[in-house]
């Protein structure tokens, strides 16, 4: 049964061929076999990009905190509190805020008023601060500057 089941789904184009084909699904007794019917209907309209797999580091700052902890979990994506990279361009925002951007392709915006100075090919510390902020410094100093992730 599955076997004319794999023409149907994928000439399943309109809404009542995708209902004729979940109806076959619901009519097959096997628990895997109905379930693997489903996933097919699934699969082939919602398809997966390999290679989409973000990691901890791409992650890092990003301000949408629930879908991040999902993903993290899900993909079992290790949890860290800080990233240690080297500036690669330093520029000031129209309103004399520092934008900071890193070797690993991160763009980082200041949103306080401190004044301190990076250089291009300085080494600096990004880590999480309280209430889900982030504090950027370099890393041969401790002051710092409150940061937030641009891209």
Same mark, same amino acid.
């Given at each position: 049964? #599955?076997?004319?089941?794999?023409?149907?789904?994928?000439?399943?184009?309109s809404? +009542? *061929?995708?209902e004729?084909?979940?109806?076959?699904?619901?009519? $097959? #007794?096997?628990?895997?076999?109905? =379930?693997?019917?489903?996933?097919?209907i +699934?699969?082939? %309209?919602?398809? =997966?990009e390999?290679?989409?797999?973000?990691?901890?580091?791409?992650?890092?700052g990003?301000?949408?905190?629930?879908?991040?902890? /999902? +993903?993290?979990?899900t993909?079992? /994506?290790?949890? $860290?509190s800080? /990233?240690?990279?080297?500036?690669?361009? =330093?520029?000031?925002? *129209? &309103?004399?805020k520092?934008i +900071?951007?890193?070797?690993?392709?991160?763009?980082w %915006?200041?949103?306080?008023?401190?004044?301190?100075?990076?250089?291009?090919? !300085?080494?600096?510390?990004?880590? #999480?601060?309280?209430?889900? @902020?982030?504090?950027?410094?370099k890393?041969?100093? @401790?002051? @710092? /500057?409150r940061?937030k992730? !641009? &891209?």
């Amino acid at each position: 049964m #599955k076997k004319m089941l794999l023409p149907l789904l994928f000439l399943a184009q309109s809404a +009542v *061929a995708a209902e004729e084909a979940l109806t076959l699904c619901r009519q $097959i #007794k096997d628990p895997t076999e109905r =379930v693997a019917c489903y996933d097919e209907i +699934v699969d082939s %309209r919602y398809p =997966v990009e390999p290679n989409a797999v973000p990691d901890a580091q791409s992650l890092f700052g990003t301000s949408d905190a629930a879908a991040k902890r /999902i +993903v993290e979990t899900t993909l079992a /994506i290790e949890q $860290i509190s800080q /990233i240690v990279a080297e500036v690669t361009d =330093v520029r000031d925002s *129209a &309103n004399r805020k520092l934008i +900071v951007t890193l070797d690993n392709g991160q763009v980082w %915006r200041q949103l306080d008023n401190q004044t301190m100075r990076f250089k291009v090919g !300085e080494t600096v510390v990004v880590r #999480k601060a309280s209430l889900g @902020s982030y504090l950027m410094e370099k890393q041969s100093g @401790s002051r @710092s /500057i409150r940061v937030k992730r !641009e &891209n």
